[in-house]
């Protein structure tokens, strides 16, 4: 720590409870007290260096010859910087430290401690000691936090932008560059140990020093002082990515409740810091979502669902949920699903989770894909069935949407306060063309259907629609033809398309068949390999003619079990109507029995 040793003469104070007297044996003719402290001094020392104090003991002096008394209850810094001060004008050693400097400088600006007062007067003297504790990163941390108890004349003496300015510098500079470029910093860019030769240094070698090495440092600061440094590494060209870290650390510090702690210990002293209020978490909040880059990718989307729960925990403001909304909304696709799942708050809510947040964030990214993406539907969905070994690697962002879609209805589909018109709302977001395969949207609509067995057929029918029979896999097909919850007509659909589907298949196939016998000439002599492949093409075939009449065995079962499921629900409507007609007359029997009885 860069430290200035000024004056040459021994102790001359000593302090007895809230006083300070000065033991040179001379009486005390001025008194200067500040707060509860009073110093007992003489007239000389301190005229000789302070304007202020030279007019307020001209204005002050007593013609008995009375000690006057001064009140400097303004000074900044209080008696702490007073007693070096004083120090100061009597000559007695004092030492300037990245603690005291500020406050010093201050005070000495207070009392207007200029060259005209003296040469090499106190002014001067802590100028030439910021400037060197601006070029040591550490010093210059430390003068920044000291600015606070001072901050009006800081400000106005330019030092905290001067800090801030000399840090942003520091931050915004290449590590790699000259090894450590920062002078006095933190443990992180120590050096290893160096190498010996002979009882010779050979040198030491550097540790890597990585882009967020400045996080803690500057997280001691308080939120305006940290908010100007953020600013100001922006300004000085930082990466969105390394000022989004940044803020990412000081919240998860600062606001308890994104990490679940009750109490955490300050990492460079081991003193406990001290738990800020939940409106005080709140204000914090808004301030860090303000500073936040809006890029995408810059910040993980766990991350900003993370302050999007705590914001709603906090009660934080609207502007602020919103902007959060938007900025998960911008990157949806880079979302997993447990992080989508946001309870919800209030004792008026139907819902489970909040559906609505989830329909809002949808629909940002839904209106920023629509405005960024200018190529035909089609395209995209080709461009979607284009998949790698593990089928995902080059699927578009709004496919992986409409995956993530379809797995949160399949997810908050068993609520049975969850309405119809909300899930269609959700499914219906996402189009057509974004859903390669329908299987994620029909298990959803299979798991609504059965936790909701009281919807109307016509309801049924309608919430059909959102799926696209022709895009459901076998395994889909076969499930949803024996589904008893789907509507009649949908299972025809898949009956349908899934016979429609054999029999392209069998088209195929025999296509190719056909042009591997024209290409062969039988009365053409081959050599054993040739006979050897035809050989094997034919074998081939025979098992993909095996496998197609199977197919059509199990079509043929299929639709013969749906004709007598047809038919047994037709007889028990048949049935259903006889007995009501067979009831009707005895009923009216029974009436005019009734009737005769009275009658009689």
């Not at 004092?94 to 003296?118: D, H, P």
């Not at 559906?355 to 920023?368: A, K, N, P, V, Y």
């Not at 016998?517 to 081939?540: A, C, E, G, I, N």
């Not at 048949?574 to 009734?594: G, I, L, M, V, Y």
Request: contains cysteine.
């Amino acid at each position: 720590m860069a430290y200035m040793r000024l004056g040459s003469k021994s102790e001359a104070f000593h302090r007895d409870g809230q006083t300070w007297q000065c033991t040179s044996g001379l009486p005390s003719d001025v008194t200067v007290e500040i707060g509860e402290m009073s110093f007992h001094l003489h007239k000389f020392p301190l005229l000789s260096r302070s304007g202020l104090l030279e007019k307020l003991i001209s204005e002050l002096i007593n013609a008995d010859g009375s000690p006057c008394v001064l009140q400097l209850s303004q000074l900044p810094g209080g008696a702490k910087s007073f007693e070096l001060v004083a120090k100061f004008c009597y000559g007695v050693k004092i030492e300037l430290t990245s603690m005291n400097v500020v406050s010093l400088r201050c005070a000495s600006e207070y009392l207007q401690m200029s060259e005209e007062y003296g040469e090499g007067n106190l002014i001067a003297q802590t100028e030439a000691f910021l400037t060197e504790v601006f070029g040591n990163w550490t010093d210059t941390i430390k003068a920044l936090e000291t600015c606070e108890e001072v901050l009006v004349h800081a400000e106005e003496l330019h030092i905290v932008t001067r800090c801030i300015h000399s840090l942003a510098v520091k931050a915004c500079a290449d590590p790699n560059l000259f090894g450590w470029p920062v002078a006095g910093c933190n443990e992180a860019g120590r050096t290893s140990g160096a190498g010996f030769w002979n009882g010779i240094c050979t040198g030491s070698k550097n540790l890597s020093v990585t882009d967020d090495w400045w996080y803690e440092d500057v997280s001691f600061l308080s939120m305006p002082l940290y908010k100007r440094m953020i600013q100001a590494v922006e300004a000085g060209g930082m990466k969105a990515e390394n000022v989004a870290g940044a803020l990412v650390f000081y919240a998860k510090k600062y606001i308890p409740q994104m990490n679940r702690q009750s109490s955490f210990k300050n990492l460079k002293t081991g003193s406990t810091i001290s738990i800020p209020s939940e409106s005080d978490q709140g204000s914090l909040l808004e301030e860090l979502v303000e500073l936040l880059p809006y890029k995408k990718g810059v910040v993980h989307t766990r991350f900003l669902l993370r302050l999007l729960r705590t914001a709603m925990v906090l009660q934080a403001s609207q502007p602020c949920r919103e902007n959060l909304e938007r900025r998960i909304g911008l990157q949806l696709d880079q979302s997993a699903l447990e992080d989508l799942l946001i309870p919800n708050i209030g004792y008026s809510v139907e819902t489970l989770y909040d559906i609505e947040c989830f329909q809002r964030i949808l629909d940002h990214f839904m209106s920023i894909e629509q405005a960024s993406t200018a190529v035909s539907p089609c395209i995209v969905m080709e461009e979607s069935q284009i998949a790698g070994d593990d089928g995902t690697s080059s699927l578009t962002s709004l496919t992986m949407v409409a995956n993530l879609v379809d797995a949160y209805l399949a997810e908050v589909a068993p609520d049975i306060n969850l309405k119809l018109p909300k899930f269609m709302s959700l499914a219906a977001a996402i189009p057509d063309y974004a859903r390669p395969i329908a299987d994620g949207i029909y298990r959803a609509i299979d798991i609504y259907l059965k936790a909701h067995a009281w919807l109307a057929d016509a309801d049924r029918e309608q919430m059909c629609r959102l799926m696209n029979c022709q895009k459901l896999s076998l395994e889909g097909s076969t499930h949803a033809a024996q589904n008893e919850r789907l509507p009649l007509r949908v299972i025809v659909q898949v009956l349908f398309f899934e016979q429609l589907r054999l029999r392209t298949a069998i088209s195929g196939w025999l296509f190719v068949s056909d042009n591997l016998d024209s290409s062969q000439d039988p009365s053409s002599v081959l050599p054993m390999s040739k006979w050897r492949y035809r050989d094997d093409r034919t074998s081939d075939m025979e098992d993909v003619r095996e496998r197609v009449s199977e197919l059509e065995k199990e079509c043929q079962t299929m639709r013969e079990e749906f004709k007598k499921i047809k038919t047994k629900r037709s007889w028990n409507i048949f049935w259903r109507r006889s007995n009501a007609k067979a009831q009707k007359p005895c009923s009216d029997e029974k009436k005019h029995h009734q009737k005769g009885e009275l009658a009689s």
